[in-house]
């Protein structure tokens, strides 16, 4: 049974899912959440990915506030009751 | 005359009106103001800049606003010299610095960004402005916001230094300390601009507020004698200031201003903060974020958004990148101060010293001309040279001239900044 995570949805991509601003999805990692949510909400899925496999560079993802390229991006593995952010980049200065 | 035709999106090139916009709908890359340039084309010349108010407003007709300056009327126009000491304890032909330390009100080339920004929101109809800032953004929006009469909200991490916090505080802005860091400030920050409807100018102003930065390299052309230095060297923090500087030499050689000499954009970055001067290096187009470890405060952004417009214009231009280690700054600040008396912030010296190691890999050839872009004053950041100088110790004398004597007596070697310390 994979562990169920939360998912946290931007004001910007909510449209896609129905409105809602978390969702409750299973997997082992955050390829498998995020491809599940893909196939329940292919449109969600066309503004995530560039490619297969291959993310929107300016779309980053978090476990648990913890950036996923300073993990194993795709293949990062998830716990039950972790939190998968997505969150679009900001351009931001100093 | 506006020459303002729309934004438009760097990836996919969805177009947008004019209006407060952060990133693009469809695939959240940033969005660019772009401009007619064939209406300028025999209109904005030489001689209509040099007819120009001598500040940054002089090259009004490529800036993104609609009608007259609400902001920075006396900004930019910051020194540009030709530094024969620097150049010769380097042995180099003819090295160029570029001044905005000195730049006006707030001694960083922020200045350049926020006038734009703010004359922006008041022709949006925004009467608060803010920013997520640690320093130089901080205190530049202050002081802009004070004298153009706006409300202005600064957002800054908790642990801010004193001498920033109250280089602002003075202007009278409502201060909002994060419990959190940089980049957690910044992503409230998106959130309050689309809640309050408020002009955070590195937010929801960025395409206009980028554009700013060009008039770093429009100054450099014109007070060169209408001439593009054949090397351009640029700190790179967020990535806002290279790509544009490289857009400025872009649009004036577009203009017809001035000749395509093929000139060459280098990236200079911390070695504790370097993701962008890491992809150029491995020839990589997207860059790694990196969590930052350097002295060099104001340009540790380990997750640059804009680094990916760097790394192409870097590679277009036929550039590289190089990275400086914190000894290697403070030398390099104590440097330029010896040579050029100019006193500038770890990022300055930060860029100096990408500047000497890419001089001596061979990558700025001796005889081609440089030109060093100086972003910010070391008397804002005075604490780190106080911390890291390396000042020799110096107590007091008797106030008697045989004291003196005998201290002139002592003086042996100084210990006076070298390139090679400065390399490493």
């Known amino acids: ?94 | 005359m506006s020459y303002v035709k729309s934004l438009k999106c760097k990836e996919c090139g969805t177009e947008y009106p004019i209006e407060p916009r952060t990133v693009c709908d469809v695939d959240f890359a940033p969005v660019e103001v772009c401009f007619d340039y064939d209406a300028m084309r025999g209109t904005v010349t030489r001689e209509s800049i040099e007819a120009g108010p001598r500040s940054l407003w002089r090259y009004k007709d490529l800036l993104p606003i609609e009608s007259e300056p609400r902001a920075g009327l006396r900004s930019g126009m910051t020194p540009f010299l030709r530094a024969d000491r620097l150049a010769a304890e380097l042995g180099v032909r003819e090295l160029f610095i570029k001044d905005d330390s000195a730049n006006y009100p707030t001694f960083s080339y922020k200045d350049r960004v926020v006038s734009v920004a703010l004359t922006k929101a008041v022709e949006f109809g925004f009467d608060t402005v803010g920013c997520a800032s640690t320093g130089n953004l901080a205190h530049s929006v202050s002081a802009h916001a004070a004298a153009a009469g706006l409300q202005a909200f600064v957002m800054i991490p908790h642990d801010l230094e004193e001498g920033k916090i109250v280089g602002s505080l003075v202007f009278g802005p409502r201060m909002v300390r994060i419990k959190g860091t940089y980049d957690d400030v910044n992503r409230l920050c998106s959130q309050i601009a689309d809640k309050y409807h408020w002009a955070i100018v590195n937010v929801n102003l960025r395409p206009f507020y980028t554009e700013g930065a060009k008039t770093h390299g429009f100054e450099i052309v014109e007070q060169n004698g209408w001439r593009i230095p054949d090397h351009t060297v640029v700190p790179v923090a967020g990535g806002t200031i290279l790509p544009k500087v490289y857009k400025a030499y872009r649009e004036m050689i577009d203009l017809g201003l001035v000749e395509d000499t093929g000139p060459k954009i280098h990236a200079a970055q911390a070695e504790g903060c370097n993701p962008v001067v890491t992809a150029i290096e491995e020839g990589q187009e997207l860059f790694r974020p990196q969590k930052p470890a350097t002295i060099a405060k104001s340009i540790a952004i380990g997750n640059p958004a804009d680094g990916f417009y760097v790394i192409d214009a870097v590679s277009t231009s036929g550039g590289g990148g190089a990275s400086a280690r914190d000894p290697e700054i403070i030398d390099a600040v104590k440097l330029l101060a010896a040579t050029e008396g100019i006193f500038t912030e770890p990022a300055g010296g930060t860029t100096l010293a990408c500047t000497i190691k890419l001089i001596e890999s061979g990558q700025i050839p001796r005889d081609e001309s440089i030109c060093v872009c100086i972003t910010g004053n070391g008397l804002k950041t005075v604490e780190v040279m106080s911390e890291h100088g390396a000042f020799a110790p110096f107590p007091a004398i008797e106030a008697k001239i045989k004291a003196f004597d005998e201290l002139v007596k002592q003086i042996d070697e100084e210990v006076v900044p070298t390139p090679e310390r400065a390399a490493g």
């Open chain 1, 1 to 94: 049974m994979a562990n169920t995570v939360t998912v946290m949805i931007p004001t910007a991509l909510r449209q896609h899912v129905d409105g809602q601003d978390t969702l409750e999805v299973g997997g082992d990692s955050v390829g498998e959440v995020l491809g599940t949510l893909t196939q329940r909400y292919p449109d969600l899925g066309q503004r995530l990915f560039k490619a297969a496999d291959e993310l929107n560079r300016f779309v980053n993802i978090y476990v648990n506030d913890e950036d996923i390229r300073f993990l194993d991006n795709l293949n990062t593995s998830l716990n039950a009751g972790d939190e998968l952010s997505i969150v679009p980049a900001i351009a931001g200065g100093r």
